[in-house]
Structures are given as structure tokens and as C-alpha cells.
């Protein structure tokens, strides 16, 4: 991401942005950095038609498209192939995942590899997967995060690029965990993309999981 970015930073990086629900992240990004220079949203895509992320994205000016699974036969390779081919039309740099609840396969990771980030509301590798908030509070622990790291294969198992953690001793309900959980995520997303916009984000050459931050 890095080298090839350095190549074209004088222009806005070109970003899409997946989500299945209320997208408060998508805000955010629309908020503090699209359009601004360094970053230009040109997409949004769910899988949930009624999803007010794409309210939020439309409302904005950005194109949004519905893929949802059901409309390619339930057949996830169609969809993500078609979502891939979709976003490479845009000339599309960097996919957000921000609240976006399916898994994505190989037609879109391959297209886009290394260039797919995730914002997961828990501190990697603990907790992936649904409901991290549901199971850190079953294991009863007492620091909570968020983590945005790079998209493989797996679930939420990729790089780490940014992660902060909130001690949080005596938390019950899972509202008052996202209450603190999304004021931070709203400013780590925003600030990983404006890094990796900025070229300052790139595997270390010495250990593949490691991300370096400049
Ligand atoms: C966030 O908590 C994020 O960590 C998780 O899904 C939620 C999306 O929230 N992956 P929003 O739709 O951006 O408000």
C-alpha cells in the first residue's frame, strides 16, 4: 500500500466504504476527512437495503449500491465478485469495512489484497468475530478496545494497524461498553485511513504480521 500510494499522493486516495447498519463510522469518515483533500469516499455498499448507512452516504452525494446475498442466488462468490467489479470500475484504492456484517472471499480479498481494512470493537486476537462486545463481557474483563487492522482470510485475524485500549472495571451492559467503544473507534478509523492515505502505514519487511506506523 505504501510504495504504491507514495507513487500518487498528490491526489486523493480513493475509498469505498462497506456497512450493514447505522454507520456511525461511515459519518465520520464523511465527516472529518472525505472530500477534504486527502480522501475521497466514491462508494458505499451494503448488504441490507434498509441499512441508514446508505441514507448517510446518499445523502452525502456518494454512490451507493445493495448486495445482498439473496439477489445472487445466496451464493457469496457472485456477490463479492460482482461488489469487486463494482468497486474496481470506481478506481477504488482502499474498502473500509465499517459495520459491515458479511464475510468476504477471495473475489474481492485477491482483487483488493492488502488494501481492505476492518474497525472490530474489541482488542485482537480476543473476542473476533459477532457479538466481541457480548463475549468480552461473558468472560468478565475489565480493559475493552477497538482494533482496525487489514482484511485476510480469516475472521478479523489480519495485521494490526491501530489499536486502543478503555478500562471499563465495573461494565455490565453492552450499551455502556459501545458508548465508550464508539468514541474511540470514531477517531481510529478516520485516523487509519488518513495514514494510509498519507502513505504512512506499511508492512514491516522483517515480520509480515507486524504493521509500521510512521
Ligand atoms: C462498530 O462497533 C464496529 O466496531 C463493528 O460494527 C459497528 C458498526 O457501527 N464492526 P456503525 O454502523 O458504524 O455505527
Sequence with gaps: ?????AASLSRPLRVAVLASGRGSNLQVLIDRIHGRGKVQIVA???DKPQAPALARAE???????VFAT??????RSE?????????SGLGVELVVLAGYMQL?????????????INVHPALLPAFPGLDAVGQALAYGVKVFGVTVHFVDDGVDTGPIILQEAVALPNARTREEVFDALHEIEHRLLPRAVGLIADGAVAPDPEHPRRVLVR
Design 1 to 5: 500500500m505504501s510504495s504504491e500510494r
Design 104 to 116: 468476504l472471499g477471495p473475489e474481492l480479498l485477491e482483487r483488493f489484497s492488502g488494501r481492505v
Design 44 to 46: 458505499v455498499g451494503s
Design 70 to 75: 439473496a439477489d445472487f442466488g445466496g451464493g
Design 59 to 65: 445523502a452525502a452525494g456518494i454512490e451507493t449500491h
Design 79 to 87: 456477490r463479492d465478485a460482482a461488489i469487486a467489479a463494482w468497486l
